[in-house]
């Protein structure tokens, strides 16, 4: 009766409610506002937000994104810029964060526990519907002109480093000739960098604001253990203030016709690249309704037979050739009204574009005359099903928080696609039972349908002629705005920053009458139990879980530097050769036929792929369903230490890799990692794997593939037969009484388990050789921003005394509206910056990232940086705030039950409790 008389209050009723699993997804709304109330219930520390409202653009202005970037600068009763974030981070949250997708536009908050997220709930809407949205923030944050006649501004900067990427001008191509009419779908609701400079404007952000940020329009979406009623009580004035308001007649987004192609197309796009050698192919088709789950779920599982794994026919007809026509394949599905099936070849071979996509639908024509293999259709269904489980155990809160908001925009009234997909398990059931024709029915329709090719090229003179013509742009416009017209520029720009930074006394009044949210029982943690070396050499991790997961870790203190430099290559072989099993050989085929049946996930980490703190070690995992822990076991032991490497499967994996460290390259953020890690990791794992020598050792090696082959079976010799072993094992606590369990020294026989040493996180034999001051290297690449990272060795281990306060102090410096931010980000010099500590490496090390003048956003950054040294003093308001959002930060590792038994794993690597 109180419940019901609380509801009743806040006028919020219940209009949906169902349950996936474990999971239950309710809906309210209030009939007062309209506005709209999900929760989704997971368990743990963490509660997400995602308050989500559908946008519709209809220009290349890019109006939605910009009007995200405005609403975090102030609302009318909050009308100070950055206060959202400062009171994020003193509610337990890492500042705030937002997305601008094609159809709708999400803002997002984690806090760890449900008082802060409380706290921040009306200030958070409060900017959402009711933002200052002042010319001078417009300035500052979409676009402007700065005294040396240059572009800049945080929503420039970020559309500069993306606007000519290979992906983008791809997507540009694809949305204009999929939609035949001028839809939403075929506009950069990012905004390309002309029309940010010259049409979008501060006026026709605020009409859109009135327009589609409305109560009607928006979800706010709760993850998380909180109770509603409280969540209904802290909404209350909010609601009021809402349904207070004229909106006018209400017009749902997304309501208009869409004309989608209706004839095959094919189009050639060039992308800056300095290399020519590999480009990209996509082939769309429309697919099923976004209500029709079964349909969606049938036309996905074809693909993944299709292309997912070496077995697969496409990847044996296109990849794992001779001569291959590309290094990898991959689809997607595009959530529209009627959906897009997208295929991505990557790695195409100069001049193969054509002739890949003939061979592909041959390859599918041939298909038809052939019988599917039934067995694995179903390993593939089944493994969909465990991992939808798994998500649902493991990432639910993004999982469910994304369909609620494809239910928002295409569910209508009546919530059909939420109502469909809460089925998906029956449907995946009776998928199951569906018999060859049904699957070549769907086959023959991708033969027979219209589809669009994109073909994307690489030019290093499309690159050239990119940055000629920006040179010759920027020339121009300095030349017409003279000396005095960019000191006019400098002159507004200042005004406009004195502008929003004004009231900073009543920002640290307001933050500090915030209250102040508890820590401890509040939180929820998940239930975890380490029981720390049952046996040598191995560890159980007892959490609430479905599956069983093995990681093996191993250290590489035995492996010369040479042998160092194979591990690369060992990993993308891991599961995909040929291996002796049973006591006799099985082919690769047969091999990944038999790990689709019992592994759910196997993947071999190196160098840090996982995490940095176990950078020097080989970690190996693997996840399963306990009922097939008999199978596995010796799978298991035979993926480790019986692979045999064979030339053909070797000649592959070189080239496969080959082509994907050339893509990797391209990208300038990937090319200024592997910079640091040249300079810095001499004589580890990281810098023998560098892909600057990976690309040129595996050049060397395709000359002599039977040599390449002895020394990937010496590096398996030397790893799994003479070294040291640890076991992690993570299950159910209501699975420790299996035999699996009980006869523990059965499987530390079986993997050669043993006590010794754990692997450390940060090796004796690590050393900065090589490493000096000053180190300066400028690399010319496609990206039209510019990137900066700078290390600075320092001993700062796990469990030292200094090692909390650098961190506070890092975060203080580069919270959501600190320091960093005002200054670089605010400013419109870079988009991207970082500050933090790496006690596994030993080095503090500062980032800047798509910057569109990285040279003085350095010189901000240490300006910065010396000045609050100068004074000797910080701000009281902000340390409290950045405490909060370091919180939040270690609390995080711990969202999942699976994410803390890792943080437990690399705990006990560092030598912590």
């Not at 609302?75 to 003193?90: E, F, Q, T, V, W």
């Not at 404007?201 to 940020?213: D, L, M």
């Not at 061979?359 to 991992?387: E, G, P, S």
Request: hydrophobic share 35%; with cysteine; proline share 3%.
């Amino acid at each position: 009766k109180f419940e019901a008389a609380l509801m009743t209050t806040h006028l919020f009723q219940q209009v949906f409610q169902s349950k996936i699993k474990t999971r239950t997804i309710t809906k309210y709304r209030s009939s007062a506002s309209g506005l709209t109330v999900t929760h989704i219930d997971t368990p743990g520390p963490i509660v997400k937000g995602y308050f989500a409202l559908a946008t519709e653009e209809s220009s290349n202005d890019g109006l939605p994104h910009t009007l995200e970037h405005l609403i975090f600068l102030g609302s009318d009763s909050y009308p100070y810029k950055g206060i959202l974030d400062l009171a994020a981070n003193r509610c337990l949250a890492q500042g705030t964060n937002a997305w601008t997708s094609i159809d709708h536009t999400c803002y997002t908050v984690d806090t760890a526990g449900c008082e802060g997220f409380l706290i921040l709930l009306p200030i958070y809407l409060d900017h959402i519907f009711f933002p200052t949205l002042s010319d001078e923030a417009f300035k500052t944050e979409v676009h402007h002109i700065n005294g040396k006649g240059d572009d800049a501004g945080v929503v420039y900067c970020e559309m500069q480093a993306m606007e000519n990427c290979a992906f983008r001008r791809e997507k540009h191509a694809l949305q204009n000739t999929v939609f035949k009419n001028d839809c939403g779908y075929k506009w950069e609701t990012g905004g390309i960098m002309k029309n940010l400079r010259t049409s979008c404007s501060n006026e026709k952000v605020q009409a859109y604001h009135k327009k589609y940020y409305r109560p009607e329009n928006v979800n706010v979406i709760i993850c998380g253990d909180i109770e509603i009623n409280k969540v209904f009580d802290v909404l209350k004035s909010v609601d009021e203030s809402l349904a207070n308001c004229q909106y006018g007649p209400y017009e749902k987004p997304w309501t208009g016709k869409v004309d989608y192609f209706d004839a095959n197309h094919t189009k050639e796009v060039e992308f800056p690249a300095k290399n020519e050698d590999n480009g990209r192919v996509t082939v769309t088709w429309k697919g099923p309704s976004i209500c029709d789950i079964k349909g969606q779920e049938a036309h996905s599982i074809l693909w993944n037979y299709m292309i997912k794994t070496s077995v697969a026919p496409l990847m044996k007809a296109l990849v794992d050739v001779p001569e291959p026509y590309c290094s990898s394949i991959c689809c997607s599905s595009m959530d529209y009204p009627t959906t897009l099936m997208k295929i991505i070849f990557n790695g195409v071979k100069a001049g193969k574009h054509d002739k890949l996509r003939d061979v592909a639908f041959q390859t599918m024509k041939d298909m038809l005359k052939q019988n599917m293999d039934m067995a694995r259709i179903k390993n593939q269904i089944k493994n969909r099903m465990n991992n939808l489980s798994g998500q649902l155990e493991n990432n639910p809160s993004e999982l469910l928080a994304e369909l609620v908001i494809l239910d928002d925009l295409y569910g209508g009234e009546n919530q059909s696609y939420l109502t469909s997909f809460m089925k998906i398990f029956n449907v995946l059931k009776d998928l199951k039972e569906e018999n060859s024709s049904f699957w070549k029915n769907i086959l023959s329709y991708y033969i027979d349908q219209p589809n669009v090719t994109i073909n994307c090229i690489p030019s290093a003179q499309f690159m050239s002629d990119l940055e000629e013509t920006e040179k010759l742009r920027i020339k121009e416009q300095q030349n017409q705005l003279g000396i005095s017209g960019m000191a006019e520029c400098e002159r507004i720009l200042n005004e406009c920053t004195e502008f929003n930074e004004k009231n900073l006394d009543k920002v640290e009044k307001v933050i500090a009458n915030l209250p102040t949210p508890e820590l401890g029982d509040c939180m929820n943690f998940h239930q975890l139990n380490t029981k720390v070396e049952v046996i040598e050499g191995m560890f159980i991790h007892e959490i609430e879980s479905e599956f069983v997961r093995f990681y093996f870790s191993f250290d590489t203190e035995s492996l010369t530097n040479d042998e160092k430099s194979l591990l690369g290559l060992y990993s993308s072989m891991f599961c995909d050769t040929d291996l002796l099993h049973g006591g006799q050989k099985i082919s690769c085929e047969d091999a990944i036929l038999l790990k689709e049946e019992l592994l759910l996930d196997a993947k071999c980490y190196i160098a840090g792929d996982r995490t940095e703190s176990l950078a020097e070690n080989v970690i190996l995992f693997f996840k399963f369903m306990v009922e097939n822990i008999d199978k596995c076991q010796e799978l298991i032991k035979n993926v480790i230490c019986n692979k045999i490497f064979t030339v053909d499967r070797v000649t592959t994996a070189v080239n496969k890799l080959s082509s994907t460290i050339e893509d990797s390259l391209r990208r300038a953020p990937v090319v200024l990692s592997q910079l640091d890690i040249v300079t810095k990791f001499h004589g580890s794992c990281k810098s023998s794997r560098n892909l600057f020598s990976q690309s040129k050792l595996l050049e060397n090696l395709r000359d002599d593939i039977p040599s390449l082959v002895e020394k990937l079976e010496g590096l398996q010799k030397k790893l799994f037969h003479e070294n040291k072993i640890v076991l992690h094992i993570v299950a159910n606590k209501s699975n420790s009484g299996k035999h699996f369990l009980r006869n523990l020294e059965d499987l530390q026989k079986m993997y050669h388990l043993s006590k010794a040493n754990i692997p450390s996180a940060l090796p004796a034999h690590f050393q900065r050789k090589g490493f000096g001051t000053n180190n300066i290297i400028k690399v010319v690449n496609t990206d039209e921003s510019s990137y900066l990272r700078i290390s600075l060795p320092v001993e700062l281990p796990y469990g030292h005394c200094d090692l909390l306060p650098v961190m506070l102090f890092a975060e203080y410096l580069g919270q959501c509206e600190g320091p960093f931010w005002k200054q670089i980000r605010g400013q419109g010099f870079a988009y991207c910056y970082n500050l933090y500590n790496s006690s596994a490496s030993g080095f503090i090390c500062f980032h800047l990232g798509r910057a569109s003048n990285v040279s003085q956003a350095f010189i901000i950054a240490k300006q910065t940086v010396e000045d609050i040294i100068s004074e000797g003093k910080l701000d009281e308001t902000q340390i409290q705030t950045a405490k909060g959002a370091l919180i939040c930060g270690l609390i995080q590792k711990y969202e999942t039950p699976s994410s803390s038994a890792f943080s437990n794993i690399v705990n006990i690597h560092r030598g912590l409790p």
